[in-house]
């Protein structure tokens, strides 16, 4: 479970705005779950799934659990299956 964070001015006030993203879900499940907690909990703004580990019953959980996150494509190029469109 990888978490960061960036931190964003809002002009003109110059307000601090901290967004808190995870990345990676799909990893393997003791990520997901973690994100899944954590977005449950209201933790997360932010969610990048990787598309070459996910299978479809955790996307369908991640898209119940995270109706008011974000969700990202993690481009995975180097691990996992390929992903392929069937007919």
Not at 60 to 86: C, D, Y
């Amino acid at each position: 479970l990888h978490i960061s964070f960036d931190v964003f001015y809002n002009n003109p006030l110059m307000k601090k705005t901290i967004r808190f993203h995870a990345d990676d879900y799909g990893w393997d499940n003791a990520a997901n779950e973690g994100i899944l907690r954590c977005v449950e909990n209201g933790l997360l703004d932010g969610v990048s799934i990787m598309s070459t580990h996910t299978k479809l019953h955790d996307l369908v959980k991640i898209k119940e659990t995270a109706s008011s996150t974000s969700l990202g494509l993690h481009f995975t190029l180097s691990k996992g299956n390929p992903m392929e469109i069937s007919n």
